[in-house]
């Protein structure tokens, strides 16, 4: 790309251009430069299985529409009154509330500001009124923006593990110890304020918490069936969309009738849908410009380029934290996760690190990143919210980053607080509905390009389930044909040209016939 061209698109994103605007001009200019390529070369990878063609894609508009109506229904007051009458009687005990409400709200809206407007602006002014400092309530507000994007079913997490190539359910698993950590190193703080300023507390009463949670029992079974049926097997994910979109339809228009189904649905439905148009806008646009990233082999340069200075693990794992972070304030999470993480994810792996690891600490990163001064999105939303100086949500959130960032620490270097969870589900090799092309014993989405090679050996066994056929679409190049004949019979010789590189020979204990040759 001609350096006039990457000034301009500076330039223009400085002025305030749309994000997708900026990735798709990007994919075209460089499809464009490259031989015997036109500006449309960029639409291959975005009308393919990577993007348009996934299964997985039509969990974002149902479970974002789910999200909206529980907003715009009496469910945050319903959540609160229910929160306050089990919490309230610990030290902080409001304050909890507001972690419980924002965490459960977060999950659902995808960190997208509608819980700072929906919880905070409902609890602010009760926090208030009950002597919480000012700076301590708008910090708390402010981090529960964020707080749910590792719990299931989360947007951003479903997201990630479509680019990523991972099982989403697997992923939900990943994200709830270390979910739970973040939720509880901030109640902890919260506690410890209660105490230290003898904030007022509420006298439990099992009645009236019996009948908080009575009436509230319609949202608090959704996540309970929600993850019932999928890991039992009745729903996948898709199908797991498609029910919460339903459920929470109709225990809203039609069991508690907080939303009207001639006057707010309609609404709702628009603005729901017009936030799913500008995140599928952001993906689709990204999508073709990490194509040209990773055709360019990007990722193995940076790899190649970090092996001078960066030579364990840990130091990897270090640097990642400080480079999301920054992602994290300049980007938002949507645009994040597709550009980055195709970049990240073969570099991470060379370091052994585990692929739902991963994706936890990118999240979590990414949630404090939401918060961290100076442009993180959530201090701009509760600024215009509360009527606050920016400044001040600076110094608010501090406290927040810092246990926040104690919680990154513990999350990132116990991987096994992420993988424990994943590893206790079987797997085998899943069709398109459950996530991915074809996967490996991790889980992983296989690199085809790395089957073709020439200084790759292929590994056959990595292609094979306990129980499943070969995938021998994946081992076709663009000038071979793979003599699928040579591997039907028991009496068949296989036709080893079709799958020798240049220098390397195939793996033959992974081919098991009878007999062998």
Known sequence: MDTMWIVLLIALALLGAPL?????????????????????????????????????????????????????????????????????????GLAMVCLVASAFFTTFTGGSGITIVAIGGLLYPALIADRYKENFSLGLVTTGGSLGLLFPPSVPMIIYGVVAGIMIEKLFLAGLIPGIITVAALAIYSSATGIKNKMPRTRFDAKVAMRALWETKWEALLPVALLGGMYS??????????????????????????????????RIIRESMTLVGAILAILATAIGFTAFLIQAR?????????????????????????????????????????????????????????????????????????MTPPVGLNLFISSFRFNKPITQLYRSVLPFIGLLGLALIIVTYI???????????????VDLDRGGDSYDEQGVGLDLEALEGDEDTLDLDSLEGDDEELDLD?????????????????DEELDLDALEGDDEEPDLDALEGTPEE
Request: a negative charge; proline letters at 6%; aromatic letters at 12%.
């Open 233 to 266: 097997g009745l729903l996948r994910i898709h199908e797991a969309a498609a029910f919460t979109a339903i459920y929470t339809l109709v225990i809203e228009v039609w069991i508690y009738k907080d939303v009207s189904f001639r006057v707010d649905l309609p």
């Open 415 to 429: 991987p096994s607080l992420s993988t424990w969870l994943p590893s206790l589900v079987e797997t085998n090799a």
């Open 20 to 92: 997708f605007a900026i990735f798709g001009a990007a994919a075209m200019l460089l499809f464009g430069a490259l031989p015997d390529t036109s500006i449309t070369g960029t639409a291959n990878d975005v009308f393919s299985e990577k993007f348009a063609d996934s299964p997985l894609l039509v969990t974002i508009p149902l479970f974002t529409f789910a999200g909206y109506v529980l907003a715009e229904s009496g469910t945050p007051d319903r959540l609160v009154k229910m929160s306050r009458a089990w919490l309230g009687w610990m030290p902080g």
């Open 298 to 370: 990007v990722p193995m340069m940076i790899l190649e380029a970090m092996e001078g200075f960066i030579t364990s693990q840990v130091v990897f794992l270090i640097a990642l934290n400080f480079f999301l972070i920054g992602v994290g304030m300049l980007m938002d999470i949507f645009s994040a996760i597709v550009v980055v993480v195709p970049l990240i994810v073969p570099i991470a792996l060379r370091f052994g690190v585990d692929p739902y690891h991963l994706g936890i600490v990118f999240l979590l990163n990414l949630e404090i990143g939401y």
């Open 474 to 490: 994946a081992l076709e190049g663009d000038d071979e044909e793979l003599d699928l004949d040579a591997l039907e019979g028991d």
